[in-house]
């Protein structure tokens, strides 16, 4: 689950990470409200005036902007409120069609006053898999794609693995902070910004924070200007406060849904549409798919009630994607039986009435031998599998 900036620093700031004070607005009126309190605030002579969506680059978009008086932020949150941003992050990148700004962060000037005496820093926090740790990856290149850091300039990004077990300690704040080329107010400053921001990627359950710039200001204060963070959705039934704040506008409408239904799913790119229960198996259907020579159209993990009406519903959300020329069910039959499914196959298929796409149905698993029965006696036009390979088989002859 994604947060919006402004939800971001909300959390940052209370786990004591400092951060550059900014107001949310929704209107133009709220914008200049939130300027004069800023002003009285802060002492900020000027405001950055940013759009408020799920995406990075929105500076590239004209999302991100620099006002000095009132009547230049009536004229930019006026044009940004309202507008469809696009940014190479938004769908189809700066050549689709963005995404809509309904809220937008007034925030302080937090360069001022000596922006020459300012510097940007790179910092993110997520989970090394491989390693199985956490990693704090961190460079001098602060303000710039960090993609582009790794390619070309790949010496100037730094990792600080975290063991688990120990927890982030004393010596790896102060590394961090040396290889940034801090000293004196800065350094402590900077050492005291990791571990706070530490802190809150872990009691948050977390799965990525990334801040950038992360700026050390004219007076050698250490703030977040801009972060992203993103919660661990199996986490979230422990932070009811935050998953409140989920905004489901900027998400996949057809996701939304799904999740309402208890189905995990996401959308890909593909033709063949995949009904699955376990994500460790909707991977490797996914790759059999692959291999077959077609394309996963979407993961869906429909979880161990397959019922009549979740395979229903399934159906119903995997078909709304024009791009779907087949739909492989694949179904270890563990703690769901497996011609319970096939029945729940069978009544949904004529439940919804004519489905066009050919569908596989692979079973394996408790009542296998009874559920390939079950949906051979049917008299629809569903193919049955056992075997992977046999479902592997099959996904190639209907997409060809």
Not at 90 to 117: N, Q
């Amino acid at each position: 689950m994604n947060l919006h900036e402004y939800q971001g620093k909300e959390l940052l700031k209370s786990y004591g990470v400092a951060i550059q004070e900014g107001i949310l607005a929704e209107s133009v009126e709220g914008a200049v409200s939130a300027f004069n309190k800023l002003r009285e605030e802060t002492g900020t002579a000027f405001a950055v005036v940013k759009a408020q969506i799920h995406a990075g680059g929105r500076g590239k978009g004209g999302g991100v902007k620099l006002v000095k008086n009132e009547a230049e932020l009536r004229t930019t949150a006026g044009n940004i409120l309202g507008m469809m941003l696009r940014t190479p992050q938004t769908p189809g990148g700066m050549e689709g069609p963005g995404k809509l700004v309904k809220k937008i962060l007034v925030t302080e000037d937090a360069y001022r006053p000596d922006f020459d005496a300012c510097k940007e820093f790179y910092v993110s926090i997520l989970m090394d898999r491989e390693r199985k740790s956490n990693v704090i990856i961190y460079s001098t290149e602060g303000g710039m794609d960090i993609e582009a850091v790794a390619e070309n300039t790949p010496h100037l990004l730094h990792k600080e693995y975290i063991d688990p077990e120990l927890g982030l300690l004393g010596f790896q704040t102060r590394k961090i902070a040396f290889n940034l080329g801090l000293s004196g107010k800065a350094f402590k400053e900077m050492v005291k910004f990791i571990s706070k921001l530490y802190n809150a990627f872990t009691g948050s359950d977390s799965s990525l924070f990334e801040i950038n710039p992360c700026l050390k200001t004219a007076d050698d204060r250490i703030v977040a200007v801009d972060c992203k963070v993103t919660l661990d959705d199996n986490a979230l039934f422990r932070h009811p406060d935050l998953a409140a704040q989920r905004d489901t506008d900027e998400e996949d409408a057809t996701e939304v849904e799904a999740r309402s239904y208890g189905l995990n799913y996401v959308k890909l790119d593909g033709n063949v549409g995949c009904m699955v229960n376990g994500a460790g198996l909707a991977m490797a259907t996914m790759d059999i798919i692959k291999l077959s020579g077609g394309e996963p159209a979407n993961f869906l993990d429909v979880g161990g009630t397959a019922d009549a009406a979740r395979v229903e519903q399934a159906f119903r959300i995997i078909l709304r994607d024009p791009n779907v020329k087949a739909i492989l069910i694949n179904i270890f039959g563990g703690i769901v039986r497996c011609d319970r499914v096939a029945q729940g196959v069978v009544d949904a298929y004529k439940n919804m009435g004519n489905i066009e796409v050919p569908i596989i149905v692979r079973l394996q698993g408790t009542n296998a031998d009874i559920a390939k029965k079950i949906i051979d006696e049917s008299g629809l036009a569903v193919h049955s599998a056992i075997l992977l390979q046999e479902a592997a088989d099959l996904v190639k002859e209907v997409v060809g």
